[in-house]
């Protein structure tokens, strides 16, 4: 595929182990946020997602049934397999995966088994979703996965909904904290570069910005995806990486709000821990909450 021929995804969701949906959605309350009822996937996963008026999305991601995602590991699942896979070598709170947009999943597979990064079988399921107003809608996905194999520890998924959810969830992504969207996503690797090709696969992008830090690489509705090294994760979230082995590990969320004061007195009331860096609110990671969430205007 030329350059030429192009065009960027769109940033779509970020996938976010916990430990279980109860402790994370406490947290994510205490934080702010407006969570969705709990939705469970037909091979034993299940979420509870944060949406943004930017039509993006958190999927923090417990097991309900531990039988049913071994078996379906088993059986190829790719998903449930790099999430069995991430909690036994990094935890049960963090992140795994970034999720981007697809209008045909079919041809992302056919794309990164050409260039030689495709993580195994695609994946088309569907599962009920809870709406605000009690009813319930089905959705359908088709998945197509892209990994690299120095990198155990994260991978990128490309996501085409084949029978959408309803489009109004106006209710569910209005935020007490002020969050209307997602506007950085943060990985860390001691020399980012290693891992830009994967980067321009996944969002189908040759544009990369490299800096002494690292590297950006920019989604087409604005959602930045960086990969920084450890001068960058100490720089800009005053957070030392010692002993980082090699591989992309998913560091950190940056949210835009729309009122920065706003958030930090609700922050301050609900007595979250932050500091301010770079006219940022910088919270570390802890138990619902896996990864250094930022907020900024």
Known sequence: MSAVSRTPRLLD?????????????????QLGFTVA???????????????FADKTYLEPLGIAKREECEAAALAGNVFVARDQAYRFRRGHDGF????????????????FHKAGISAGEMLEFSRPMKLPDGSQATGSFRLAFAADLRSPDFFFFTCQRVAPLP????????????VIGLSEVVLSEPNPTDFQYILQEAVDEREVSAHSFGMDIETRNGGKISVLNQAGMSGFFGRKTPGHSRGLRGRAVVFKVADLSATEQLLTANAVSFTRKDNRLIVPETP??????AFGE
């Open 13 to 29: 969701h970020l996938v976010l182990p916990v430990t279980d949906l109860a402790t994370a959605r406490e947290r994510y309350a």
């Open 37 to 51: 009822a709990d939705a469970l996937h037909p091979f034993g996963t299940e979420n509870a997602c944060v949406f």
């Open 167 to 178: 489009s109004d969830r106006s209710a569910l992504e209005t935020h007490a904290n002020g």
């Open 288 to 293: 619902g909450q896996g990864v250094i969430f």
């Open 96 to 111: 795994s995966a970034i999720v981007l947009s697809s209008d045909d999943a079919a041809a992302d597979h056919a794309r």
